[in-house]
């Protein structure tokens, strides 16, 4: 008799998901989609050899030490800043995130974030339904032009560069960027992006938008001191990860019109909102569903599911994080 890998689904996905992993694994599935505590989650991983995860499930030292036969976590997301690389190197237990195939689906959402935002459309939305729309009057709920603006991205990775291209391309922005390294001449110039200094941006942007990792470096990256560099006319639009802004330095300056508004589809301590941020008009507020689109989750679980089938079954990953022995 073979004996197959065992598998922990740590959330509820697609039905196929499962079957096709079911083909290769004994999948221990979570359908009816319960959250964890961290000792839950390893109760339910003990003498399991893969993890599908979602990104909200922390791997840490102290679970991979509780879990040795664990051999590879396989993340649903692009971001892994529920993992430490580290530990789990150490532990010999390989990470793999699910990178590109969700890259144009939300640059699309950071840009129809940003849109609302500057455009005021979800205060609009709300104006009409609660029926305070009697007249029409010429600066009812004028906000800030997209076109011809100067749009600054904070993150100048794949999906950085796709709203860059959308904006230059196709609403004749200006576009500057700051990251970590500047890119290559031929991506600028696809992009029609200009490196500058933090600094720079945060003081010229019209519009800003942070598309980085998180990571110990990123967090608060934008606080009272940067958000007091921007212009009072500015948005900022926040697609990366909570904790990347300080949302009560951030709630204080939309308070005090220190900007004009801001986009957020992530949060410190999501899904928990800060609650001054519920309150104020000029933020609208998204639930972390930049890449919720059917066929893009669906490419996503494919991929962490193939990540998982490539480890355990060929000894070949898609697209690991790490390189283990
Ligand atoms: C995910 C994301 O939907 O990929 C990421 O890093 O933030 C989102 O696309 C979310 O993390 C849940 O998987």
């Known amino acids: 008799m073979i004996i197959r890998p065992k598998i ?12 096709k992993l079911a083909k290769y694994f004994e999948v221990t599935p979570n359908q009816a989609d319960e959250l964890w505590t961290p000792s839950q989650l390893i109760a339910q991983l003990q003498g399991m050899q893969g993890a599908f995860t979602m990104g909200g499930e922390r791997i840490d030292a102290a679970l991979l030490a509780a879990c040795p036969e664990l051999k590879i976590c396989a993340n649903m997301a692009v971001g892994y800043n529920n993992f430490d690389l580290d530990a789990m190197t ?12 969700l890259t144009e689906t939300t640059a699309d959402f950071g840009f129809a974030l940003l849109m ?5 459309m979800a205060e609009g939305e709300r104006f009409l339904r609660a029926g305070l729309w ?18 600054g991205v904070i993150g100048m990775g794949r999906i950085g560069q796709g709203i860059a ?5 196709g609403f004749g922005m200006k576009v500057i960027y700051h990251n970590r390294s500047r890119l290559d001449a031929a991506t600028e110039a696809q992009c029609k992006a200009s490196y500058v200094s933090k600094e720079e941006l945060l003081k010229t942007a019209d519009h800003i938008i942070l598309v980085l ?28 990860r909570g904790g990347i802004v300080d949302d009560a330095a951030l709630a204080a300056a939309l308070r005090n019109k220190t900007i004009a ?10 899904p928990k909102v800060n609650p001054e941020l519920l309150t104020l008009p000029n933020v609208v507020l998204t639930p972390h569903i930049a890449s919720a689109t059917l066929p893009t989750r ?15 079954i060929n000894k070949r990953p898609l697209t690991p994080l790490n390189t283990v022995l």
């Open 116 to 120: 609302a935002t500057a455009r005021r």
């Open 8 to 19: 922990l689904i740590a959330r509820a996905v697609f039905p196929e998901i499962v079957a």
């Open 213 to 240: 990792p998180y990571s110990a470096q990123a967090h608060h990256l934008i606080g009272a001191v940067e958000l007091a560099l921007m212009k009072p006319s500015a948005t900022l639009v926040n697609i990366a």
């Open 298 to 312: 669906l490419a996503m679980a494919n991929l962490a599911a193939d990540n998982l089938i490539g480890y355990l």
């Open 134 to 151: 009697t007249r029409w009057s010429y600066d009812m709920l004028a906000g800030a032009d997209i076109h011809g603006s100067t749009l």
């Open 261 to 270: 508004a801001a986009g957020l589809d992530v949060f410190e301590g999501e």
């Open 165 to 169: 291209r959308r904006g230059a391309h």
């Open 90 to 101: 150490a532990a010999g237990v390989l990470a793999t995130n699910a990178p590109d195939v």
